[in-house]
């Protein structure tokens, strides 16, 4: 057992302390009155990577939520690295699913339950954990090491692109590790190899000038609530099919090889059914659930609301009604033209007698792809094949993490997904958690990935 | 000019303290955290109706909010006139639309702007400002007279038509004058000739056990706030027509005499659009506005909620979703049977993936008409002619008022619409209010109603 092996095991309760440490910091980037605990976060991450050994660790302000950076870069000649994560979280309501507070993190039968114990904390912390074994115990990286950790993933990361194009020397490598990511399962290692893109739209609909009276108004004036049910109605077919004209246009089509590839990883329709608690599946019609996750685009309503909501009854002909929607896209789908086509379709289907003004939100991302041939995918690929006694299966993400596009562009240099949330983990949703063991696991991985990649010639 | 009509001038400034006094107490029936409050302004209004003379005045139980009874019997011969109002009043959301506080009322141009202003607690307080002053100056009224003041009227009066069966001989009548009433305008007067009747109900959807990651599962679950729209969408054609089986089937057709009848009565379509701060009108087509309000029935969303609704981004795949519906009804549906036909209509039109719970609410009540030759209707009629210098419209009101139908039902007697509120006046909205003259019109207008009807025989 190495070195640094041994330093993880000696120091494992430690690491786990510091993780609900981080846990208890409401970070949520959503949310302008957590402002402060997303600075706060920051600072306790800029911290913890100077007691790790990197030099330099600094919050920095970006216009909006600040980053992270800190470095190590005394390995000449060889690779340099850069490694992302967040350390914002999402809003926590529904409060009241919560077993227990989500900012009070909890050790239950192995898993520590808190809002960003899978997305991002943990799998951020076990990669400066990982960091930290290595050069307290050879005083030195087998590569050059980068951090950039920012406090905005969660809302669509606005400012993080402006901040790399700023910083391009700063934070120029050869490859990224993107420890925002996960694996299939405890025992399916899976090598990320695409992201799904977003973009996301707020809809207000606005009828008469104040709420008004069902009885006396009702029949004469049109209700914002209708209109809006009907406009979004307008957005799918019955079966699910998108109807946005053009949406589907640049959605790049899948051979028969590329779709047996996703059909070879597992996926268990009932055990999937049975997680997330529905009787049967719905999605586009001609595609397996995985592909309606991972290579085909989503157009779903996350949140709608307008006139009386509390309890009883008030006849009420409300004066507004809104919606938040977002689309997840797949390459080649541009988020800035399908929010044009989006506002084409909404502008078209308007209905009689409202005001509809569509308000195009802050998140914004293009889907991505990295070529299974990297470097940095094949150095992955060998660690994980390693710790887990299999090959690992290449796998997508329905999810989007738009800083990777950001650093294609602006660094010309790949993200290669390494992470260790599961499915499961309750991911943006009431009781979010992180396996103990993938966050020992993953410090591990991560280790042996940096030597992995000590071994390569600059990618 | 009558020693009455003096001493409601001389005691108008004490008067409208009173009202103020009323509007103070927040008695929201739909919130059940106002219940005190409820039960508080059955008490001011029962200590009311003794200081004006009224006997065995008190608020009784319901087994849900109280009513209140008071009455004067000493004119044997004379007609029974049972006066009914209501003393509780709607939610006042959103609050942050209000001018003032919607609790503490304030005077402004003439007008008393407060919840509950025009609807009741000025209309009622009215009507016992008026026995009060035959009372004191006379020392005796025309009629007898009997009072029931509900707290429940604006949740649909679920207790009170078992309240009426049980106490038929203590309500016993000739005839009922309704304080929930109004005017056209502040120059034309009306009779008020026919109420729509209502059902609700709430609309449940539920899809995945807990919210999830729009990136994660988007694709492969229902949205049910997709559903919801689709599934509320579905009740109504783009032009506005109800599409509910069966629902338009019990519809009394009116001919060409009454439609005649109601384009007689004026209807300024400009101000009317001004008024309410729409472009256009929308509605049913084939009928005129006052029509759609008056002689169609209606379907309207009166409340919708669902998934994130906070400020920013939240890209969530919600668990549920809600509505709140419900119905204006005319003669001659059965809110009974239009709340099984929505079931039915929902029941058939559940869409995939999701799984969908009608609760039919509290509110219910049967449309309403009360023949014009009626002898309280002549009595009111005449009262109107004189005050206002001009013959009053037959008109209708597109709210509803359950009890109506519950007197003709229990008591035999029919309900003249008598009260001053108008259109105008943000009943059920922000900044609802009360014009002063209407409530010293209004006055006047009751003590010579039951003079009125004095001078009949028992109807």
Same mark, same amino acid.
């Given at each position: @057992?190495?070195? #640094? =092996?041994?330093?993880?095991?000696?120091?494992?309760?430690?690491?786990?302390?510091?993780?609900? !440490?981080?846990?208890?910091?409401?970070?949520?980037? %959503?949310?302008?009155?957590?402002?402060?605990?997303?600075?706060?976060?920051? /600072?306790?991450?800029?911290?913890?990577?100077?007691?790790?050994?990197?030099?330099?660790?600094?919050?920095?302000?970006?216009?909006?939520?600040?980053?992270?950076?800190?470095? #190590?870069?005394?390995?000449?000649?060889?690779?340099?690295?850069?490694?992302?994560?967040?350390?914002?979280?999402?809003?926590?309501?529904?409060?009241?699913? #919560?077993?227990?507070?989500?900012?009070?993190?909890?050790?239950?039968?192995?898993?520590?339950?808190?809002?960003?114990?899978?997305?991002?904390?943990?799998?951020?912390?076990?990669?400066?954990?990982? +960091?930290?074994?290595?050069?307290?115990?050879?005083?030195?990286?087998?590569?050059?090491?980068?951090?950039?950790?920012?406090?905005?993933?969660?809302?669509?990361?606005?400012?993080?692109?402006?901040? +790399?194009?700023?910083?391009?020397?700063?934070?120029?490598?050869?490859?990224?590790?993107?420890?925002?990511?996960?694996?299939?399962?405890?025992?399916?290692?899976?090598?990320?190899?695409?992201?799904?893109? +977003?973009?996301?739209?707020?809809?207000?609909?606005?009828?008469?000038?104040?709420?008004?009276?069902?009885?006396?108004?009702?029949?004469?004036?049109?209700?914002?609530?209708?209109?809006?049910?009907?406009?979004?109605?307008?957005?799918?077919?019955?079966?699910?099919?998108?109807?946005?004209?053009?949406?589907? !246009? !640049? +959605?790049?089509?899948?051979?028969?090889?590329?779709?047996?590839?996703?059909?070879? *990883?597992?996926?268990?329709?009932?055990?999937?059914?049975?997680?997330?608690?529905?009787?049967?599946?719905?999605?586009?019609?001609?595609?397996?659930?995985?592909?309606?996750?991972?290579?085909?685009?989503?157009? =779903?309503?996350?949140?709608?609301?307008?006139?009386?909501?509390?309890?009883?009854?008030?006849?009420?002909?409300?004066? /507004?009604?809104? %919606?938040?929607?977002?689309?997840?896209?797949?390459?080649?789908?541009?988020?800035?033209?399908?929010?044009?086509?989006?506002?084409?379709?909404?502008?078209?289907? *308007?209905?009689?007698?409202?005001? *509809?003004?569509?308000?195009?939100?802050?998140?914004?991302?293009?889907?991505?792809?990295?070529?299974?041939?990297?470097?940095?995918?094949?150095?992955?690929?060998?660690?994980?094949?390693?710790?887990?006694?299999?090959?690992?299966?290449?796998?997508? @993400?329905?999810?989007?993490?738009? *800083?990777? /596009?950001?650093?294609?562009?602006?660094?010309?240099?790949?993200?290669?997904?390494?992470?260790?949330?599961?499915? !499961?983990?309750?991911?943006?949703?009431?009781?979010?958690?992180?396996?103990?063991?993938?966050?020992?696991?993953?410090?591990? %991985?991560? %280790?042996?990935?940096?030597?992995?990649?000590? /071994?390569?010639?600059?990618?």
């Amino acid at each position: @057992m190495p070195a #640094w =092996e041994r330093h993880l095991q000696d120091h494992r309760q430690e690491y786990v302390a510091q993780l609900l !440490d981080l846990l208890r910091i409401p970070s949520i980037s %959503a949310l302008p009155e957590h402002a402060g605990d997303v600075q706060r976060a920051a /600072e306790w991450v800029a911290q913890r990577l100077t007691a790790a050994g990197l030099e330099g660790a600094r919050a920095m302000s970006t216009g909006g939520h600040p980053v992270v950076y800190g470095e #190590w870069l005394h390995a000449p000649g060889k690779p340099t690295v850069l490694i992302y994560g967040h350390f914002d979280v999402q809003p926590v309501d529904p409060l009241a699913l #919560w077993t227990t507070p989500p900012f009070e993190p909890t050790i239950r039968d192995g898993r520590v339950y808190a809002r960003g114990a899978s997305d991002d904390k943990g799998n951020l912390l076990l990669s400066i954990i990982a +960091v930290e074994a290595l050069l307290q115990t050879a005083d030195a990286l087998p590569v050059n090491v980068k951090y950039l950790i920012e406090g905005q993933e969660e809302i669509g990361s606005p400012q993080l692109p402006a901040f +790399v194009a700023a910083h391009k020397e700063l934070l120029a490598c050869d490859v990224i590790l993107n420890a925002d990511s996960g694996q299939l399962s405890e025992t399916e290692p899976t090598l990320l190899v695409g992201l799904r893109g +977003v973009c996301a739209m707020e809809i207000d609909v606005y009828g008469a000038r104040t709420d008004l009276h069902s009885g006396s108004f009702g029949g004469t004036v049109a209700n914002p609530l209708h209109a809006l049910a009907e406009l979004l109605a307008s957005l799918h077919a019955p079966d699910g099919r998108i109807t946005v004209d053009g949406f589907y !246009d !640049d +959605v790049v089509t899948f051979g028969p090889e590329e779709r047996a590839q996703i059909a070879a *990883v597992p996926f268990d329709e009932a055990a999937f059914k049975s997680q997330v608690g529905v009787e049967e599946l719905f999605g586009e019609p001609g595609y397996s659930p995985l592909e309606r996750i991972w290579i085909r685009p989503t157009l =779903e309503i996350n949140g709608m609301w307008g006139g009386f909501t509390g309890e009883g009854t008030k006849t009420v002909l409300p004066q /507004e009604a809104h %919606a938040k929607i977002s689309c997840r896209l797949v390459p080649n789908q541009d988020p800035a033209r399908i929010q044009q086509l989006l506002q084409a379709h909404i502008a078209k289907h *308007v209905p009689h007698g409202v005001k *509809v003004v569509v308000r195009p939100g802050m998140a914004l991302a293009y889907p991505y792809e990295v070529p299974l041939d990297h470097p940095g995918n094949i150095a992955a690929r060998a660690v994980l094949a390693e710790l887990y006694g299999r090959e690992p299966y290449y796998g997508r @993400m329905g999810g989007s993490v738009p *800083v990777c /596009e950001t650093f294609l562009r602006r660094l010309g240099a790949y993200t290669i997904g390494f992470g260790f949330g599961l499915l !499961d983990e309750q991911v943006h949703a009431p009781d979010e958690f992180f396996r103990l063991a993938s966050f020992e696991r993953g410090q591990v %991985a991560f %280790a042996k990935l940096l030597e992995k990649l000590g /071994e390569e010639k600059p990618v």
